[in-house]
């Protein structure tokens, strides 16, 4: 059984790995483990978890992860929106396009890094991209059926889920907090990606396909 380690950026995508993800690697011979990203330690020694503070922190995270002898790679999901404004090398990230930015970006990372365990990803542009995949699912989770045509107009105007934009306001997360006030992250996030599929989320996330392309190759080395 092959051992991957995740450091995730929050609760939602800890759920993501432990119930899609997971069981999905599982099966073929991947085991993966998801670690919450470290906000801040106090002086009781208590640890908050979840949220991306600092890229310091982030690096220390992942750094303590490589300990792990036992671990075949260590990797991320985290959000390219908000991530890249708190790398120490932004101004040398490159490309007009979402996909060459982030491409950039997790290849100065991965350098960084310097392990050749590690292997970044960073999601265009957030995790809610991905529900973008199917509105018919995400309006009959937030039971909201005539608020599908109004997600499904903004899906239609990009190529892909992952390029609706990085725009403070209009980022997949605030698109949707708009059309369903009702909607929590932690509660219908995983809820709504169970629906829609592993499968269906590839075929219309590139980013994400190759990612998890590069976790499933691991599988045939063991």
Known sequence: MSRVLILVEGQTEDTFVRDLLGPYLGKKGIFCISTLAKTKRVKSGLIFKGGIVSYPKVKNDIVRLLHDSSALLVTTMIDFYGFSDKVPYREEIKGNSGYRRVESLEQLFKKDIGDPRFYPYLQLHEFEAMIFVSPR??????????????????????????????????????????????????????????????????????????????????????
């Open 137 to 222: 699912d995400a309006a009959l989770t937030l039971m909201e059926e005539r608020k599908e045509r109004e997600m499904s107009k903004i899906k239609k105007s990009f190529r892909s889920p992952e390029e609706i934009d990085e725009n403070p306001d209009t980022v997949p997360s605030r698109r949707l907090e708009k059309i369903f006030p009702a909607y929590k992250k932690m509660l219908h996030g995983p809820l709504i990606l169970k629906k829609i599929g592993l499968e269906k989320i590839r075929q219309e996330c590139s980013h994400f396909d190759q990612w998890l392309t590069r976790l499933e190759g691991l599988g045939t080395h063991h």
